[in-house]
Structures are given as C-alpha cells and as structure tokens.
C-alpha cells in the first residue's frame, strides 16, 4: 500500500528502512516522506514505532 502518495512511497520500503534502523528524518531524505503534503507522516511515524516494538521484542525472546 502507498503510503506517501505524492513520493510513490509504499509501506513495504517503510518497513525495510525502519528495520535499518532510520528516523523520520531518514525517510524524508532517503525516501522524500513527508516533504510535500504531508500528510503520510503520521503513517510512517506509526510504521517506525511498529518495527521498533518489534524489533525490541524480538531480541527480548532470543536466549543469552
């Protein structure tokens, strides 16, 4: 799904730079989020604290 219609952003390309471990600011420079209208900022900054939770539960699982 887009989600930065005005950049042809989609959630997948969200997803993958969050998991890199990028900011808002990250998307905007490397994916132009949130530059224009912006009105997909909110959906990004809900997307990046999805992969955070995630990723921090993930490691809380894994055995030492």
């Excluded at 990250?26 to 912006?38: F, I, K, M, Y």
Aim: aromatic residues 2%.
């Amino acid at each position: 799904m887009f989600i930065c219609v005005c950049n042809a952003v989609t959630e997948r390309e969200i997803r993958h730079c969050a998991r890199l471990g990028c900011s808002l600011g990250d998307l905007r420079e490397r994916l132009g989020v949130a530059t224009n209208c912006g009105k997909c900022k909110h959906a990004a900054s809900q997307i990046l604290l999805e992969e955070r939770s995630d990723i921090g539960e993930s490691l809380r699982l894994q055995p030492v």
